[in-house]
């Protein structure tokens, strides 16, 4: 018998049998999954369906449980024709939106660094991803301590010591006096009442742009050498091999990383909330405390219900632009 005919034979022989008969490979896959299904089901779609009902109803917590009856879409109507909601959205999207920019243009600049040769380019590599490692609450008190509006805050002694100011500024606060002080004056008078959203912004990108300029560098990375060698002996300018090369081959990696941040930016809840508290009305925090601070268990469900879906509608966006791009 042929070498490769015996040990096929001997491999058939191997196989493994159970309780006389061996099942079907799909039998046998259901079987093998079907743990995780019911845990998957258990933790994440059954408090999904629960929570969809349940924005349906006008449900309180009382003493000894929920007191609910049954308003059909009345909660969802409540918050349509809410100022508040309206509001909610519009700084959620403000925050959403400069994040993006700010996160994308200093993602892909340091990318662009980090892929040219240098000596210490792994340790530097691994040292940017520092600030994405910290967890939220240490990044959050950090920043909290730099904008202090005491002399003893990191921002204002510097400041104090320059002489730039000549007395400590409320950073965190919607209206921050002092627009008229050198230097600092019209910056100040830009960011206006929305001083204490726009130093967060500052935190928020300064923790997050690391790991954009790691995916960003991962793209770049599949990016064959020979697109630019040619382009070179074409005479191309840097420029434009960035402009023609680098970014439309970056497309689909910068579409991901808008999917994946303007879905935790949307729902971005711990730095501002450690910060400010409720101060900042996003749709996060704004959602806390319809659902969990005030008790309006059905209110806070469709609230949530309302966010998921502007969240769905823009991941559709994202991701038609994705498969567009795939297609030409």
């Known amino acids: ?25 799909g039998r046998l896959a259901w079987r093998l999954v079907s743990p995780t299904l019911l845990v998957v089901f258990l933790v994440s779609l059954l408090p999904l369906v629960l929570a969809f009902a349940l924005s349906f109803t006008e449900a309180h917590v009382v003493r000894g449980g929920i007191a609910w009856r049954f308003i059909g879409l009345e909660n969802y109507r409540y918050y349509l024709g809410n100022r508040a909601f309206w509001e909610s959205l519009r700084v959620t999207a403000f925050f959403t939106v400069v994040s993006l920019a700010v996160e994308l243009v200093l993602g892909i600049g340091m990318a662009l660094i980090l892929n040219q040769p240098f000596f210490g380019r792994g340790l530097v590599r691994a040292l940017i991803l520092i600030p994405w490692a910290l967890p939220t609450v240490v990044n959050a008190r950090m920043w909290a301590w730099i904008y202090d509006g005491h002399a003893y805050g990191a921002l204002n002694g510097l400041l104090l010591a320059l002489g730039w100011i000549k007395e400590p500024l409320v950073w965190l606060s919607t209206a921050v006096p002092g627009a008229h002080v050198p230097v600092l004056g019209p910056f100040l008078k830009w960011v206006g009442d929305s001083t204490a959203l726009n130093m967060i912004l500052i935190g928020d990108t300064w923790k997050v742009t690391p790991l954009v300029a790691l995916l960003v560098l991962a793209g770049l990375q599949t990016i064959p050498r020979e697109y630019y060698e040619a382009a070179r002996v074409d005479g191309a300018t840097v420029w434009q091999q960035f402009r023609l090369i680098t970014l439309p081959l970056l497309k689909p990696v910068i579409l991901v990383v808008l999917v994946l941040r303007t879905m935790e930016l949307f729902r971005v809840f711990d730095i501002l909330y450690i910060i400010m508290a409720n101060t900042i009305k996003v749709l996060s925090i704004y959602t806390f405390e319809e659902g969990i601070v005030f008790g309006h268990l059905g209110r806070g469900s469709a609230l949530s219900f309302l966010v998921g879906l502007v969240i769905l509608l823009l991941a559709f966006v994202y991701i038609k632009l994705l498969y567009s791009e795939e297609v030409r």
């Open 1 to 25: 018998m042929p070498v490769v005919g015996l040990e096929t034979s001997i491999r058939r022989q191997k196989r493994p049998v159970l309780l006389g008969r061996e099942p079907p490979a």
